[in-house]
Nanobody, 121 residues
Framework: QAQLVESGGGLVQPGGSLRLSCTAS?????????MGWYRQAPGVQRELVAR???????NYADSVKGRFTISRDNAKNTVYLQMNSLRPEDTAVYYC??????????????WGQGTQVTVSS
């Protein structure tokens, strides 16, 4: 089975930084098409924050450009989200996402358990 385990969330003051990590466990992935981060705040639909494809292209939400950076370590099957200059509006539950060809499907969407990020003074 595939499992995405997230870590790195917490409480920070405005202007602070956090680094989120997401590690994919299991051996079912044949080909990973993309890895990314989504977030969901109360009363708001889940939105894409950052995405990294197998071809190394990136996409960022306009609200985080210049402040957040997505990266990966292929050897560790881990994707990171470095978040700098955090603002109160960044407060949300952040979810790791992997889209991949696995042993059981050619287009599977997998999600981490979510990690809370709170930006407040």
């Amino acid at each position: 089975q595939a499992q995405l385990v997230e870590s790195g969330g917490g409480l920070v003051q405005p202007g602070g930084s956090l680094r989120l990590s997401c590690t994919a466990s299991g051996s079912i992935f044949i080909s990973i098409y993309s890895m990314g981060w989504y977030r969901q705040a109360p009363g708001v639909q889940r939105e894409l924050v950052a995405r990294l494809t197998s071809g190394d292209s990136t996409n960022y939400a306009d609200s985080v450009k210049g402040r957040f950076t997505i990266s990966r370590d292929n050897a560790k099957n881990t994707v990171y989200l470095q978040m700098n200059s955090l603002r109160p509006e960044d407060t949300a539950v952040y979810y790791c996402n992997v889209v991949a060809h696995t042993l059981t499907t050619n287009n599977g969407w997998y999600w981490g358990q979510g990690t809370q990020v709170t930006v407040s003074s």
